[in-house]
C-alpha cells in the first residue's frame, strides 16, 4: 500500500510540476489560423527523418509543407522509369499524420530535367510527351494529398520575356498552357500555380508574369493562383510586395508569398538581424493585407538547414530561428504580425463618414474621422476614436462616444457585405449602426439598406 501511495503523490506531483507558470505562447500555425492564412515552410527529408527538434518545429509552428527538392522531376525519376518516392512520400506522410497541407513543388522547371531527358535524342512530340506524362504520374500518385501545385516554375526572364529555357526552346511558349491543362486534367481538386522569383516589385520581369497570368485566364487556362517565391537580402526594402499581391489578385487569382527568407551578409549582428525582422514583418503584413493571399511559406525555418550558406559565398543567417533553432528577431516579428489585429481606418457611410461625436459628416480624412478598431474576439471590435479615445457605445438608441469598458455596448460584431463594406453590430442588441440620418443610431438590421452599409477604407484582407 505505501508503495502505492507514494507512487500515486509521484504522479501528481509530476503533473503539478508539468503546469506552466503561465499560458505558452500560441504558435505562428495558431496565430496564422485565426488570421484564415495558412503559414507554412520548405522541409528537407534528411533532418525531417533524423532530427526530433526539426521535426517538432516543423509540426508544431507550421500548417503546410513544401518539399525543398524532394518532388523535382531530377530526384523522383533519375534513370528513365526508375522512381524513387521514399522522399516526397515521407514528407506528405508527415504532413497528413499532423494535419499540414502540403504544397507540390515543383511539375515543370528547368533547373531540374533528369539527365536522361536534356542528353536524350527525343523529338520534340517525344519530348511532350514525356513531360505530360510526368505530370500526370506525380499528380495522380499524391491525388487528395497534395492540395496545392507550384505547376510551372521560374517561367519568365528578367526583362519580361519567357525564360530561354530547354522547355521553350523544345516545345515553344505552348508548354505554360500544356502544364496546367495537363494538370487540372490530372487532379481537378488541385490549386495550380505558377511561381516565380524577383516578381515582388514593380519591374520588368514582374510586368511580364503580369501579361502571361492575364493571357492565361484570357485564353481560358486553369490557373488558380501566382506565387512570389520572394528570396531577398537585407538590402531589399520590400516595400512594393503589397500592391504586387494587390495587383495580381485583381487578375481573379489567389496569390502567395511561397519562399520566403531574407539572407544577410557574414556574420551576423543585431543590426543586421533587427533589419531582416523588420522584412520579416512587412512581408507577413502585406500578405495579410490582402483578402487572396492565402498562404506564407518560408524557404527553411532555422539557420542550421538553409540554402543558402552552401549556394551564395559569404551569405547566411536567412531563416527564422539559429542553429540551434532559437528564435530571432524575425521569428518575433512574424509572430507579432499574425497577432496583430488592430487597424486604424475611417468609416463611410451612404451619406458620410462616422465621426467624432457619433455623428455622420462630410469626410475630410481629419483625426475625428478615423477609428482604430480593436479586436476582442472573433469578428469583435471596440471602435475607438483616433481624437479622443472614447469609444463608441450603443447603450441607447443613438450612438456616443464613452470612456472604454468591456461592455457589449461598445463590442461590435462586424459582419460582412463585401470585402470592405460591412455592418457594425453591437452585441448588446445585434441591431446595426444607421447611418441614414445625421445621428448615427441603432436600429434593426435590414438588409439591403444603404443607410446601414459603412466602408472601411483601410480593412486588412485578414481580420
Known amino acids: 500500500m505505501r508503495l502505492r501511495v507514494t507512487a500515486l503523490l509521484v504522479a501528481i506531483l509530476g503533473t503539478a510540476l508539468a503546469v506552466p507558470a503561465q499560458a505558452a505562447e500560441p504558435t505562428l500555425r495558431t496565430l496564422a489560423s485565426a488570421r484564415n492564412i495558412k503559414i507554412g515552410t520548405a522541409v528537407s527529408e534528411g533532418p525531417l527523418k533524423a532530427e526530433g527538434a526539426y521535426r517538432d518545429k516543423a509540426r508544431y509552428e507550421f500548417g503546410s509543407l513544401t518539399p525543398e527538392n524532394a518532388m523535382k522531376w531530377a530526384r523522383v525519376e533519375p534513370e528513365r522509369g526508375r522512381f524513387d518516392w521514399s522522399a516526397p512520400d515521407a514528407i506528405v506522410d508527415f504532413a497528413q499524420a499532423n494535419n499540414m497541407v502540403v504544397r507540390g513543388h515543383t511539375l515543370v522547371w528547368h533547373g531540374s530535367v533528369p539527365s536522361w531527358i536534356t542528353g536524350g535524342s527525343f523529338t520534340d512530340d517525344e519530348l511532350r510527351a514525356l513531360l505530360k506524362a510526368h505530370v500526370e504520374t506525380v499528380m495522380h500518385r499524391y491525388a487528395g494529398k497534395v492540395g496545392v501545385w507550384d505547376v510551372v516554375n521560374e517561367a519568365v526572364a528578367e526583362d519580361g520575356t519567357l525564360r530561354d529555357s530547354f522547355w521553350l526552346r523544345r516545345l515553344g511558349p505552348g508548354y505554360v498552357a500544356d502544364a496546367?491543362?495537363?494538370?487540372?486534367?490530372?487532379?481537378?481538386?488541385?490549386?495550380?500555380?505558377?511561381?516565380?522569383?524577383?516578381?515582388?516589385?514593380?519591374?520588368?520581369?514582374?510586368?511580364?508574369?503580369?501579361?502571361?497570368?492575364?493571357?492565361?485566364?484570357?485564353?481560358?487556362?486553369?490557373?488558380?493562383?501566382?506565387?512570389f517565391q520572394t528570396h531577398v537580402t537585407t538590402n531589399s526594402g520590400l516595400t512594393q510586395l503589397?500592391?504586387?499581391?494587390?495587383?495580381?489578385?485583381?487578375l481573379g487569382v489567389d496569390v502567395a508569398v511561397t519562399e520566403l527568407d531574407v539572407r544577410m551578409p557574414l556574420p551576423a549582428d543585431a543590426a543586421k538581424l533587427a533589419t531582416q525582422a523588420t522584412l520579416y514583418q512587412r512581408a507577413t503584413a502585406a500578405c495579410l493585407a490582402v483578402a487572396r493571399c492565402v498562404s506564407l511559406t518560408v524557404w527553411g525555418f532555422t539557420d542550421a538547414h538553409s540554402w543558402v550558406p552552401g549556394t551564395l559565398d559569404g551569405w547566411g543567417a536567412a531563416t527564422l530561428l539559429d542553429e540551434d533553432y532559437q528564435a530571432k528577431p524575425a521569428y518575433t516579428a512574424v509572430h507579432a504580425a499574425l497577432a496583430a489585429r488592430d487597424f486604424t481606418t475611417?468609416?463611410?457611410?451612404?451619406?458620410?463618414?462616422?465621426a467624432v461625436p457619433a455623428v455622420r459628416a462630410a469626410c475630410d480624412g481629419s483625426s475625428g474621422q478615423r477609428f482604430t478598431f480593436r479586436r476582442t474576439g472573433a469578428k469583435l471590435y471596440s471602435i475607438v476614436s483616433a481624437r479622443t479615445g472614447t469609444c463608441l457605445s450603443a447603450a441607447s438608441a443613438t450612438v456616443t462616444q464613452a470612456t472604454c469598458a468591456a461592455v457589449p455596448a461598445q463590442t461590435f460584431e462586424l459582419r460582412a457585405v463585401s470585402s470592405q463594406d460591412f455592418q457594425l453590430r453591437p452585441t448588446s442588441t445585434y441591431k446595426c449602426l444607421d447611418g441614414t440620418a445625421a445621428t448615427v443610431t441603432v436600429t434593426a438590421c435590414v438588409s439591403g439598406l444603404r443607410g446601414q452599409v459603412w466602408r472601411l477604407a483601410s480593412v486588412p484582407g485578414h481580420l
Open 180 to 227: 496546367f491543362r495537363w494538370a487540372r486534367a490530372a487532379d481537378p481538386a488541385a490549386k495550380l500555380y505558377i511561381n516565380d522569383f524577383n516578381a515582388e516589385w514593380s519591374n520588368p520581369k514582374s510586368d511580364g508574369l503580369y501579361a502571361l497570368v492575364k493571357s492565361l485566364k484570357a485564353e481560358g487556362v486553369p490557373i488558380d493562383g501566382v506565387g
Open 242 to 250: 503589397g500592391a504586387t499581391l494587390a495587383r495580381f489578385a485583381a
Open 346 to 354: 475611417t468609416v463611410a457611410g451612404s451619406g458620410g463618414c462616422l
